[in-house]
């Protein structure tokens, strides 16, 4: 049986990602709007071999936010429907509550007369 002692004096810890000497380069690759594909062009031409997924993982641990930019009125509208639970589909881009006529409804005959339809609304 080994002890602890004797494993640590003969094992040698984990130094960290290999990708982590890159960080700077591989963030402003990044921003640059470079895909997963060509940063490992990237990383290979300095002598690290890996995956595009590494490089997704990579970049998630790092923080960096991959979402796509967009402008700001497209940017609120993505957060006004996922906080209301609705599903972006682009479309509500170009419809502004401004131009939403008002509508005047009118009672259906099959109403009751004691209901007020303006309660209803």
């Given at each position: 049986?080994?002890?602890?002692?004797d494993?640590?004096?003969?094992?040698k810890p984990?130094?960290?990602?290999?990708?982590l000497p890159?960080?700077?380069?591989?963030?402003?690759?990044?921003?640059?709007?470079?895909?997963?594909?060509?940063?490992?062009?990237?990383?290979?031409?300095?002598?690290?071999?890996?995956?595009?997924?590494?490089?997704?993982?990579?970049?998630k641990?790092?923080?960096?936010?991959?979402?796509?930019?967009?402008?700001?009125?497209?940017a609120?509208?993505?957060?006004?429907?996922a906080?209301?639970?609705?599903?972006?589909?682009?479309?509500?881009?170009?419809?502004?509550e401004?131009?939403?006529?008002?509508?005047?409804?009118k009672?259906?005959?099959?109403?009751?007369?004691?209901?007020?339809?303006?309660?209803?609304k």
């Amino acid at each position: 049986m080994i002890s602890v002692d004797d494993f640590l004096r003969n094992s040698k810890p984990k130094n960290g990602s290999k990708l982590l000497p890159f960080k700077d380069d591989i963030l402003t690759l990044k921003q640059a709007n470079f895909s997963n594909q060509k940063i490992c062009e990237f990383l290979k031409l300095n002598g690290v071999a890996v995956s595009h997924q590494r490089v997704a993982v990579f970049l998630k641990e790092q923080g960096f936010n991959n979402e796509k930019r967009c402008s700001p009125a497209k940017a609120d509208l993505r957060v006004n429907t996922a906080s209301s639970g609705k599903q972006y589909t682009g479309a509500e881009h170009f419809v502004s509550e401004k131009q939403q006529p008002e509508v005047e409804f009118k009672k259906p005959s099959w109403v009751p007369e004691h209901i007020n339809i303006e309660n209803l609304k």
